[in-house]
DNA sequence: CGTGTAAGGAATTCTGACACG
DNA sequence: CGTGTAAGGAATTCTGACACG
């Protein structure tokens, strides 16, 4: 498919989906044409991009986790190259993801039984002002 | 307490801390001294602040939203004000919040899963280079 | 660093029409 | 009828650049 297609179905900018392929995160095919053509595959790929962009990962940790991720799960030994600079990093975002999860999920929580509250007080005030 | 004390049990920064009276959000005594006056309560209380502050909700939401839960959960009626509107955006922010949750725990398990395959592979290494 | 946008050009696709055998 | 084609416009995509927080 092109690129318009999957900006269409992950909702992805095209603007964004270039940028990956900028920084080596997606590398569709091209056609004689230019257009780019990405394979069935990078729909999934690209949401887990686009899911680690928008947590905060700078793109240049994205890319040894995607090597990562593709590799057999038998040949994959010393194959990593970083060595502790890159578990240190990685260790640091964990902590950053996990307790802003963490966060979030409770304020969620507080939003939610709220308007819960406010639901259940007000029933049949006015019918839908919409 | 003073706010010092609070600061430090609650890890929120003092600056903040005097911010969220500004708002409305907590409402310490005072000394003759002048010196802000702060619950047991206000531990708890000051923490829901902060966690619903840093997930993006703006302030003007917090208040409605606090005032809600210091009622007894009885004569808990008429009181609200907003209306729809409020249902509204506590809706929004709700939706927003949810889906933020999701897309930062999807990423904090990507990355968690990347981190046990790095110390996996590299088991001794180099003996902790610290 | 991640993202939006305006710019100018090239490739692609669409429709309705005409031609041909 | 099925098929090819020239025509004009619209939608899509391309790149490199500047702007912003």
Redesign the pocket.
């Known amino acids: 498919m092109?690129?318009?297609?999957l900006?269409r179905r992950t909702g992805i900018?095209?603007?964004?989906l270039?940028?990956y392929e900028e920084?080596g995160l997606l590398t569709p095919q091209r056609?004689?044409?230019?257009?780019?053509h990405y394979q069935e595959a990078d729909v999934e790929q690209a949401t887990l991009v686009s899911s680690l962009?928008?947590s905060g990962l700078?793109?240049?940790l994205i890319l040894p986790l995607l090597r990562d991720k593709q590799l057999n799960p038998m040949d994959r030994d010393e194959t990593d190259d970083g060595g502790d600079d890159l578990v240190a990093l990685f260790a640091a975002e964990f902590a950053r993801l996990d307790s802003q999860v963490k966060c979030l999920s409770f304020s969620r929580n507080a939003v939610q039984q709220h308007l819960r509250q406010l639901r259940a007080t007000r029933v049949g005030h006015t019918p839908t002002g919409t």
Chains 1, 2 share one sequence.
């Open positions: 092109r690129i318009g297609e900006s900018p095209i603007r964004m270039r940028y920084r056609a004689p044409s230019g257009y780019r962009v928008r700078p793109t240049r």
